[in-house]
């Protein structure tokens, strides 16, 4: 089941702002959701919604002029781990405004071990990509494109603590085909390996 929502500022908030069980249920069968235009969306999928979505397999976002965050996590979400979303791709053009993919960590809340592709591309305000502590399951991720991202400087955001995830020193993405980096001044990264593995390597200076 496909679901389009397209530059209707009414139809979306009544579908998405009205808590209304029947109309959440719908939500239950959908495996692919495009939003197009939809600029009163500030949380692209809202804490109130999460559980909703848990065939999701595919989300594109596009040219949603006021969206803050793409999943709007809060600590109700922690508490319905059955209910996780398994997202396998996840594309994201022309937003702005965006600060976050995830407000908060979604480990055990969305299921990124059969995440296959992600694609961002003009987010001037994103600044990372995925928190530490899920690298470890991006196991089956095959594509990965940032383009022209100019505030991006991780691509795995620092804990908590503030103490970077020793992924970010070792292999990552063993299945990776397709790894595109254009545009991204800020990113704090090297990147090298084989075909077969990626390394990222901390920059000693931020100057780089």
């Not at 939003?35 to 999928?45: E, T, Y």
């Not at 109130?48 to 979505?53: D, E, G, K, N, Q």
Request: with cysteine; proline share 3%.
């Amino acid at each position: 089941m496909y679901l389009s929502l397209y530059d209707d500022t009414e139809y979306v908030e009544q579908l998405w702002h009205i808590r209304h069980s029947v109309q959440q249920n719908n939500f239950g069968y959908l495996k692919r959701l495009s939003a197009w235009r939809c600029d009163s969306l500030v949380h692209v999928i809202p804490s109130h919604l999460l559980s909703c979505f848990h065939n999701l397999e595919q989300l594109d976002v596009f040219s949603c002029r006021k969206a803050q965050v793409i999943f709007n996590i809060n600590d109700e979400n922690r508490l319905t781990k059955a209910s996780a979303v398994r997202l396998k791709r996840l594309s994201l053009n022309d937003l702005p405004k965006l600060e976050h993919v995830w407000d908060k960590d979604p480990e055990g809340i969305i299921g990124l071990q059969v995440l296959k592709e992600m694609c961002v591309e003009y987010c001037e305000s994103l600044k990372s990509l995925f928190p530490a502590s899920v690298a470890k399951d991006l196991i089956t991720l095959q594509v990965l494109e940032v383009i022209r991202c100019k505030e991006l400087a991780d691509i795995f955001k620092k804990d908590e603590k503030g103490e970077e995830g020793e992924e970010t020193q070792e292999s990552l993405f063993p299945r990776l085909t397709s790894f595109t980096l254009q545009h991204v001044p800020r990113l704090k990264y090297s990147i090298h390996g084989s075909k077969d593995e990626v390394i990222l390597t901390t920059f000693a200076s931020k100057g780089h």
